[in-house]
């Protein structure tokens, strides 16, 4: 079976400041990992997604994850952060199969503040 | 391109009656899903289809059905709803293949009173 874990339903930072989103996933078979955000009152928007070429993946607005597979982890990073950053961040996975579901995390909320 | 198109975006139901939240892709995806989010448990797989004319259960199926009868519609079905159904549905397809990522609609925010 497979599961993801995410450190932390909420996380708050300043502006400019490193954000970190921590995610831990269990798959018995390679994973494919996925991060997206969730703006208020709207659907999920597909940030990156690792499928087993670079370990080190960018996405969109500057985030960008490294997948480790001794530490099982995909944690979500960004150098600076933006106001507009703010929104909830769920990690996803899924096995190699077409037409598999994807298993979500529980989701992590990120506050921006100035 | 619209993608994926939930109906309706809100909803207020009496507890026992039945519903129907319609969803319409344009991007002809085989594998369609229904999730529902709820606070603090993040989305949770309700019913899936793989392709026209299956379907399949998730992690929450009780209470729910669904029908694929053509690529594009994959309509969610509470036959009786309860006061738990009180959640946001999002309905999502999937691009052929394991590495494709799902897009989702804009959710349909049902309350059961």
């Known amino acids: 079976a497979q599961s993801v874990t995410q450190l932390g339903s909420h996380v708050s930072v300043s502006e400019g400041a490193l954000v970190l989103l921590r995610c831990n996933y269990s798959?018995?078979?390679?994973?494919?990992l996925f991060w997206y955000v969730q703006y208020p009152n709207q659907g999920l928007q597909l940030l990156l997604k690792?499928?087993?070429?670079?370990?080190l993946v960018k996405g969109i607005n500057g985030f960008e994850a490294e997948f480790k597979k001794s530490e099982t982890s995909f944690h979500l990073t960004k150098p600076s952060a933006h106001m507009s950053d703010a929104a909830e961040y769920f990690c996803?996975?899924?096995?190699?199969?077409?037409?598999?579901?994807?298993?979500f995390g529980k989701g992590t909320t990120l506050s921006v503040s100035s | 391109i619209a993608g994926i198109t939930q109906a309706p975006t809100s909803q207020i139901l009496a507890a026992g009656r039945r519903m129907t939240l319609r969803c319409t892709q344009d991007?002809?995806?085989?594998?369609m899903y229904w999730y529902r989010q709820d606070l603090g448990l993040g989305l949770r797989l309700i019913h899936y289809?793989?392709?026209?004319?299956?379907?399949g259960k998730g992690e929450v199926p009780d209470g729910y059905s669904v029908s694929r009868a053509n690529t594009d519609d994959f309509p969610l079905t509470l036959a009786s709803a309860v006061p738990s159904q009180t959640s946001v549905y999002f309905c999502?397809?999937?691009?052929?293949?394991?590495?494709?990522?799902?897009?989702f609609g804009e959710g349909s925010r049902l309350t059961v009173l």
């Open positions: 999502a397809s999937r691009a052929g293949g394991g590495t494709g990522e799902l897009f």
């Open positions: 798959s018995s078979v390679p994973p494919y």
């Open positions: 690792y499928t087993s070429a670079a370990t």
């Open positions: 996803a996975v899924s096995k190699n199969q077409a037409g598999t579901a994807l298993i």
């Open positions: 991007m002809r995806h085989n594998a």
């Open positions: 289809s793989n392709t026209a004319g299956t379907t």
